[in-house]
């Protein structure tokens, strides 16, 4: 058991560009969250996979965002024509059979110039 | 909605006790959890009460009490590697997706 594994670690964009992110969750887990956390505040949610359906978005997610869960097993995260205020930690969990246990890979940040 | 409060910084010495509190406003109650977080790091479960009362694992407990809207996570024995930001969370209303407190940083000094 790996854990979770997201991909890349940190990325820096101009505005207006597209950025795409990877999430790789841990194997047996049917679950896939996607989590957005500023400095100095807890995580927000973004989106919820089980298997490859998408059962859950944010109104924190507009339509600049993307997520997509492929054959249940990694999940992308796409941002489109980046804002200053995307600039934050994306962080990826999954979990199996419960909600509460959720285990969090160790993010992508993002930074908008 | 979902709302959760929590102190935002706490500061004990090696060796003390520390509880941090969290309080709660829930449409729908799941149970509460809480994540430690080190500076820089992933956010890890440490406990969830999703009945009344006491849960212990190791240096670290947690209570919930339900009417109360109310739960803490309780650290003992404290060590410098504890200093981390702690946060408590609930389930959304869909029952899913966690929503998380604005965290507490706990500093333990020498």
């Known amino acids: 058991d790996t854990g979770v594994s997201q991909n890349p670690r940190h990325k820096i964009t101009k505005r207006g560009q597209n950025v795409t992110f990877r999430c790789d969750p841990i194997?047996?887990?049917?679950?896939l969250y996607w989590y957005r956390q500023t400095l100095g505040q807890g995580p927000e949610f973004l989106t919820y996979?089980?298997?490859?359906?998408?059962?859950?978005k944010s109104r924190l997610l507009s339509d600049r965002f993307s997520a997509e869960r492929p054959k249940g097993s990694f999940s992308t995260l796409e941002i489109q024509r980046t804002e200053q205020g995307d600039s934050a930690m994306y962080l990826c969990?999954?979990?199996?059979?419960?909600?509460?246990?959720?285990?969090f890979g160790p993010g992508t940040r993002l930074t908008v110039t | 909605g979902q709302s959760l409060e929590q102190p935002s910084e706490v500061t004990a010495v090696e060796g003390a006790i520390v509880q941090i509190n969290c309080t709660y406003q829930?449409?729908?109650?799941?149970?509460l959890s809480w994540y430690q977080q080190h500076d820089g790091g992933a956010p890890t479960f440490l406990s969830y009460n999703g009945l009344d009362g006491l849960e212990e694992t190791g240096r670290f407990s947690s209570f919930l009490s339900r009417s109360d809207s109310y739960g803490y996570l309780l650290l003992q024995e404290l060590q410098m590697k504890d200093s981390a930001s702690y946060f408590c969370a609930v389930k959304d209303q869909a029952g899913t997706a966690l929503i998380f407190g604005k965290g507490t940083t706990l500093s333990v000094s020498s």
């Open positions: 969990a999954s979990s199996s059979g419960t909600h509460y246990e959720q285990y």
């Open positions: 829930t449409s729908g109650f799941y149970g």
């Open positions: 194997s047996e887990h049917n679950r």
């Open positions: 996979f089980q298997n490859e359906a998408q059962l859950e």
